[in-house]
């Protein structure tokens, strides 16, 4: 018969140590990711910072009730969040909610009227001529000012792109060719609105986008202001590149800034808006069979189609930066293509686009003809104080509900009250990181519902940590030692904790999917918890009471380790005493 082997382990034991530095070492890497994002606290939502929070509902034009998807949505997303940035406010979160709802949270210090003002009207498209084109970033002190000799260096984004007919060879961007000259064309484009003065060919061919031959002493007065503003304008600067195209008509010249390819600010003076976005029937990015490059695709109306046509046989016998047209939405130029030949219904813009550059651009050009519009479902304003009271009032909740927990673990569960506390912090240091690292990296905000949902989350953990204590016990109280016990009182308990668990994950889930808002943070608060309340269980609750057993204090039943083997009722084995038989009498 075969000698057992030293040292096999009863089932159920496994490496406890293994687990436990496993979870050990996770939590030390969030925590050191934590410190090195620079970011140690949770953001704060609205309710408990202090801001503003407008709730968007999208209606679709009749006739078309598809136009609500979930493409144009993102559309909007990204229409909007530029105009909340160019209000100045960094850390404002645009996203989506549902399948036709967009929140818009802006921190406190921002003007409520005018983000309310900015986020609920139409964005305003429009195609205008470019007159003059220079660098929109402070010059470094003491370089030299440009010059007029030009320079191989190209600006890609506005001015190396180029529009094509549709069936036309698009032209790379990146050759380099002499209108894509920063310097060149600051020089060149600074005579084009004093040309505006003389009834010259060049000025009058483009009677759109330039002023009339014959200029009154006021225009020449309006021409000398914006020549000015033009000069002091520096696009680095998001105040001044926001209010640069303020109160600006379509009808008039105007003052822009966009970033070419490299990321470089340049700024424009454009001409009257030629063609309307919402002229615009389709615009999409491909990809040149030809070239195997990417290109946008623009689709115009018949209307549309006239008036650009008009515009770019204007454009195109224009020198260099007048033969260009910039793309501008919301008072920013998102690109300046230019122009070698008259364009009609169908247009491409080619350059050195990425598939995400000129997705962008293309949504961008879209949303000009978007059949879609907002309206304000709801607005809520909470001060800075407000949000203080409303956080403090959850900490002292949380608080209060914690101490009752331990209290309770403690009276009833005596020693193993500790594991059950030491669980609850490891929880609680997962949970307080994942919150922390989440913020920057998908912009998850801790709002009032989200503090509501932590609290509730203690009782679901202490809840797991009962179940397993109470299995170990019944084992306990049919007659086994303490190890053995935890060994089979396991599995019997992960059923239990698993199916507890996946009701309550299963329940936040639903919650988060069918709620918009800010009941949403109180459903992903409580998702999240209840994954690392298995986690924790499995990792660390489990593996720890299963070292501890086998010390002597629990091992041996210690009237205060909560295994105490008379509290748990159990009753010694009744043993049979020895059946005595009387000795028969002697005879004498």
């Given amino acids: 018969m075969a000698a057992p082997k030293k040292g096999r382990r009863q089932p159920g034991q496994g490496r406890p140590g293994r687990a436990l530095a496993l979870i050990l070492i996770a939590l030390v890497a969030l925590t050191g990711g934590m410190f090195l994002s620079g970011h140690t606290t949770p953001r704060l939502g609205i309710d408990l910072a202090g801001g503003t929070s407008i709730t968007l509902q999208a209606r679709s034009e009749p006739g078309q009730e598809s136009a609500v998807n979930q493409t144009n949505m993102n559309t909007a997303v990204g229409i909007i969040e530029r105009r909340v940035n160019g209000l100045g406010v960094s850390e404002a979160e645009v996203q989506t909610q549902g399948t036709d709802h967009i929140i818009v949270n802006i921190p406190k210090g921002t003007n409520e009227k005018q983000a309310r003002e900015q986020v609920g009207t139409t964005a305003q498209l429009f195609f205008r001529p470019v007159l003059q084109l220079a660098s929109g970033e402070p010059a470094p002190e003491g370089s030299p000012s440009p010059s007029a000799s030009g320079s191989p260096d190209t600006a890609e984004q506005g001015d190396g792109d180029e529009a094509t007919e549709g069936g036309d060879k698009a032209t790379d961007g990146k050759s380099g060719e002499p209108e894509a000259t920063p310097t060149t064309q600051g020089r060149a484009a600074s005579g084009a609105l004093k040309a505006d003065a003389t009834p010259s060919p060049s000025a009058s061919a483009d009677g759109k986008a330039d002023p009339t031959p014959s200029p009154s002493a006021s225009e020449d007065e309006g021409d000398a202001a914006l020549m000015k503003k033009f000069e002091a304008l520096t696009c680095t600067d998001t105040k001044e590149r926001t209010a640069a195209a303020e109160g600006t008509k379509p009808s008039e010249p105007m003052v822009g800034c966009g970033q070419n390819s490299a990321g470089q600010w340049e700024k424009y003076i454009l001409g009257p808006a030629a063609v309307a976005g919402t002229e615009i029937d389709d615009a999409s990015a491909v990809i040149d069979e030809r070239t195997g490059q990417w290109i946008v695709t623009m689709d115009f109306s018949s209307k549309g189609a006239d008036a650009f046509s008009k515009i770019t046989s204007e454009l195109k016998t224009q020198q260099p930066p007048m033969n260009q047209f910039g793309i501008v939405l919301d008072g920013e130029v998102v690109s300046a293509p230019s122009v070698q030949t008259t364009l009609s219904k169908s247009a491409q813009i080619s350059g050195s686009f990425t598939q995400e550059s000129s997705q962008e651009l293309a949504n961008m050009l879209s949303y000009g003809a978007l059949p879609l519009s907002f309206v304000e479902e709801s607005v809520t304003s909470v001060t800075a104080a407000l949000g203080g009271e409303q956080l403090e009032a959850g900490l002292i909740a949380g608080g209060i509900g914690l101490i009752l927990v331990i209290v309770y673990l403690v009276v009833y569960y005596r020693g193993l009250s500790l594991i059950a506390i030491i669980s609850l912090l490891m929880s609680a240091a997962l949970t307080y990181t994942i919150m922390v690292l989440l913020g920057p990296a998908i912009g998850f905000a801790l709002n009032l519902p989200a503090v509501c949902g932590a609290i509730v989350a203690i009782g679901i953990t202490a809840d797991s940590f009962i179940v397993f204590f109470e299995r170990v016990r019944d084992e306990i109280r049919e007659g086994r030692s303490l190890q053995p016990a935890v060994a089979r009182g396991w599995p019997r308990a992960r059923r239990t904790i698993l199916v507890s668990d996946f009701v309550s994950f299963l329940s936040a889930a639903v919650l988060f999917v069918v709620t918009v ?33 086998r010390k002597k204090f629990f091992a041996s039943g210690h009237p205060w380790s909560g295994l105490d083997p008379k509290r748990l009722g159990v009753k010694p084995p009744l043993r049979r005493a020895r059946r005595t038989v009387p000795a028969d009498p002697k005879e004498a």
């Fill in 517 to 549: 808002g800010k009941v949403q943070g109180f459903a992903f608060t409580l998702g999240l918890t209840t994954l690392l309340d298995v986690v924790v269980v499995w990792f660390f609750t489990k593996p720890l009471l299963t070292i501890l057993a």
